[in-house]
């Protein structure tokens, strides 16, 4: 509790300090030369039994900010409308994203794997899992920092932009970049990273802390084919919940069917001339809220 008010107390004094709007910027990090950043045009069920492993990165922020004795923490103006805290990993030292870190033991749940298997498709399976680590990744700000990032001799940088709060990763940008291209199309790549939580900093990657949340528990999921072509596949996610402060049960009862609340999610996966990738998907955060992309 003393760490989660030390955190607050932070966010509050970055907030006054900086200004939130979510959006993934590119800058050159020029200094105080005052120019606006530019959007980078970069082209950028959740089972319940992955979120712990894709838990939210909130612990891992810095604070121990250095301060002018009780003021807020000091920041350096660098352009662009943004302030750095911390100094930033030389880019010499940022390494490449690879999902594979993610991928490793990951397994489905058990209705996602049934429907899965109906399709018959290996490829088309591991591109669903890897669209899906990636949107948990977005949503709950789960990425995992470099080894040089969370040394204990580094203090770690985090960049306050329109009243955000973004967190060094120690990975370049561009590799990061291309894990989302490996998994969705161009195009969606291209709205993912300029929509949500990404930030392009001297070609360093730094996500925004953070996660937002929702008042559904979920409770039940169903998954329905639409269309199945050698070049496309449709189909839907009906997700059964009910609002957290109403609970007549964690488990499903199929008499109750009608009485819930129920969001339909739909996918849309394409062959594309380098493969498999998802032209339609969900992001769905640590609460089981769903945004389509």
């Known amino acids: 509790m003393k760490k989660s008010s030390s955190i607050a107390a ?13 959006a993934a910027y590119s800058t050159n990090g020029n200094g105080s030369d005052g120019s606006s950043p530019v959007l980078s045009d970069s082209p950028a069920d959740t089972s319940s039994e992955n979120t712990d492993s894709l838990s939210s990165d909130m612990s891992s922020i810095d604070t121990s900010l250095s301060t002018s004795g009780n003021s807020e923490p000091q920041g350096v103006n660098i352009g662009g409308g943004m302030v750095m805290f911390g100094t930033a990993v030389d880019s010499t030292e940022l390494e490449e994203f690879s999902l594979a870190a993610y991928t490793e033991g990951y397994t489905f749940g058990e209705v996602e794997n049934e429907f899965l298997d109906t399709l018959d498709n290996a490829d088309i399976k591991e591109l669903y899992m890897n669209a899906q680590i990636l949107c948990k990744l977005l949503s709950t700000s ?30 370049t940008y561009e590799s990061f970049k291309k894990a989302y291209l490996s998994a969705f199309t161009n195009e969606a790549t291209e709205k ?31 998954y ?9 596949v449709e189909f839907q996610c009906i997700v059964f919940s009910h609002d957290i402060d109403f609970k007549p049960s964690t488990e499903y009862d199929p008499a109750l069917r009608d009485k819930y609340d129920k969001n339909i999610i739909d996918f849309k996966l ?5 493969g498999w990738r998802a032209e339609k998907f969900l992001k769905a955060d640590n609460h089981d809220e769903f945004l389509i992309i």
């Open 224 to 232: 329905e084919l639409i269309s199945k072509t050698d070049s496309a």
């Open 142 to 171: 789960a990425i995992r920092p470099t080894s040089k990032v969370l040394d204990n001799g580094h203090t770690r940088a985090q960049i306050c932009f329109d009243g955000c709060m973004y967190g060094e990763s120690g990975y």
């Open 270 to 274: 394409v062959l594309t001339d380098n």
């Open 10 to 22: 932070i966010f509050c004094m970055f907030a006054l300090l900086c200004g939130c709007t979510n």
């Open 192 to 222: 993912i990273l300029q929509d949500q939580y990404y930030l392009d900093y001297n070609g360093a990657l730094f996500y925004v802390y953070g996660a937002s949340g929702g008042n559904a528990l979920k409770v039940h999921r169903e």
